[in-house]
């Protein structure tokens, strides 16, 4: 049976996985929009969006901080 540190540091590392496939995601609705801006070339059509870039740009940086963060903590509990 595993500890429940064991078990919290397992949900974290698979907490970490999902965010980082979900990351990948994020990036890729990015250039999709990119691109369509850059085909579409709508002047309406392109500032909506350029709007769902920046929100999915801040989801890459949220994403990005809570990686990090649960990284570290992983970190800290090894030297523990």
Do not use: C, W
């Amino acid at each position: 049976m595993r500890s429940s540190m064991a078990l919290d540091r397992e949900t974290v590392r698979r907490a970490i996985a999902y965010m980082e496939e979900a990351l990948a995601f994020e990036e890729a609705a990015v250039k999709r929009y990119l691109d369509h801006i850059a085909s579409i070339r709508h002047p309406h059509v392109n500032a909506l969006l350029e709007g769902i870039v920046r929100t999915e740009r801040g989801h890459m940086a949220e994403l990005r901080a809570r990686i990090e963060a649960l990284k570290r903590q992983l970190g800290e509990d090894e030297t523990r």
